[in-house]
């Protein structure tokens, strides 16, 4: 009843599917459509972004900090001040110890 590939066993999605499934996710690339397209083929969700990654075709979600935006480390703020102050990075060491909100604050101020 299932496709078989040689010398390796049954293959989970036809090349019918593959196509289908991968211009679906290329349309719309989201975790709605993978879930989609999961229940459509009565696969796992996991299963079906498995695929898409070997693909090539699937993008990982960007992580998004709790105030929706993308995350800066405290060295990285530290490295932002001490450029706008014409300084090495080294010459502010144990300020990236200091609350990111206040760092944010000092780069904005800046």
Known sequence: MGYYRANSGMINYTPEQVIWMSNLY??????????DI???LEKSTKSVIGKL?????????????????KPITK??????????LELKTDELAGLEKAPKGVLKLLCESL
């Open 26 to 35: 290329n349309q719309t690339p989201s975790r709605q459509t993978v879930e």
């Open 53 to 69: 990654a070997r693909e090539g075709i699937y993008l990982k979600a960007e992580y998004k900090s709790k105030t929706g935006e």
């Open 38 to 40: 999961a229940s459509t």
């Open 75 to 84: 060295l990285q703020l530290v490295s932002s001040l001490a450029a706008r």
